[in-house]
Structure formats: structure tokens, C-alpha cells
Nanobody, 126 residues
Framework: QVQLVESGGGLVQPGGSLRLSCAASGFTLDYYAIGWFRQAPGKEREGVSCISSSEGNTYYVDSVKGRFTISRDNAKNTVYLQMNSLKPEDTAVYYC???????????????????WGQGTQVTVSS
């Protein structure tokens, strides 16, 4: 059974850090680009960051550049999102997703991603 499971969310104060994990089972992440998306209450789901399958190229939305870092450990079949200097506007449910195929650059739009996790809540508040 193909599955993505996110973990690592929680409550953190502004300026704090969290590391989200996205663990895959039932398939090998080596041949998939992985994206992190988030959805705040009343807002559309937006792409936060993604990483390609083969070249390791990455993309970040402007609002998180310099604060978030995406990485992958294919040996552990896991992708991470390190989030530093968190702000209240980062509060959302964070989802990871997998897009099949060897790609030099990761896709940025939701329709390219076939598999989705259930999401993990990140709350940034004092």
C-alpha cells in the first residue's frame, strides 16, 4: 500500500524551529519528486518547497526562502523540511506529496503530485 506519513508538527513560539518528516512506504522515493504544501484555515493549499528526484534541485516559495530547508534521505525513504525562524503566518497543516518520474527540476503545482500524506499541524504562537 502506497503511503506517505508526515510527522514533526506541533506548537512552537515565534522564532522557533521544527523539522517535519515525510516517510514513504509501499514505494521508493528515489524516483519521485517530493513537495511540501501547506493549508491555513480559510486559505487555499499552497506549495512551500519541493525537491527533484534525481538532481536534488530545490524550490522555495518566497515567503520561506532563507528560513526553510528541504532535504531527502533516500536510504531512509524520507524527506525532511527544516523550518527555522518560524512566524505566526507559517501556521497551517503541512502536507507532503510525491510526483512520479525522474525530473531535473521539481514540479511546483499540485496537479503533478499523485500521492499525498494526511498532514501535520504546525502552530506558531506565543
Amino acid at each position: 500500500q502506497v503511503q506517505l506519513v508526515e510527522s514533526g508538527g506541533g506548537l512552537v513560539q515565534p522564532g522557533g524551529s521544527l523539522r517535519l518528516s515525510c516517510a514513504a512506504s509501499g514505494f521508493t522515493l528515489d524516483y519521485y519528486a517530493i513537495g511540501w504544501f501547506r493549508q491555513a484555515p480559510g486559505k487555499e493549499r499552497e506549495g512551500v518547497s519541493c525537491i527533484s528526484s534525481s538532481e536534488g534541485n530545490t524550490y522555495y516559495v518566497d515567503s520561506v526562502k532563507g528560513r526553510f530547508t528541504i532535504s531527502r534521505d533516500n536510504a531512509k525513504n524520507t524527506v525532511y523540511l527544516q523550518m527555522n525562524s518560524l512566524k505566526p503566518e507559517d501556521t497551517a497543516v503541512y502536507y507532503c506529496a510525491a510526483a512520479p518520474g525522474l525530473r531535473t527540476y521539481p514540479p511546483r503545482t499540485r496537479n503533478n503530485y499523485d500521492y499525498w500524506g494526511q498532514g501535520t499541524q504546525v502552530t506558531v504562537s506565543s
